[in-house]
């Protein structure tokens, strides 16, 4: 029985693993006009540090940087791009 689950789990981080791969080959990653790479995370979002953004707002002109007061608190991880943007 414990063998029978084993396998059923192995097979659902399978096509878990299959799926994931699919939908990232279809959402490529995007280079915004500073020079930062967004990763996509989900669904219409693209990650890049600390930053989860719709496409849209990734490829929009208009978005800069992260403001002074977010770079400085330590909960959040910067990139030397976005670190030195600011600076």
Known sequence: M???INQLIDEWF???AAI???EKAEHPDVTDALGRVWVWSQ???YR???MCWPLAATTNPNIGWP???VLDNPNYQW???CKEGRS
């Open 2 to 4: 414990n063998d029978a």
């Open 14 to 16: 399978a096509a878990r």
């Open 20 to 22: 994931h791969a699919t």
């Open 43 to 45: 669904g219409d979002l």
């Open 48 to 50: 890049h540090d600390s």
């Open 67 to 69: 403001h002074r007061a």
């Open 79 to 81: 990139c030397e791009t």
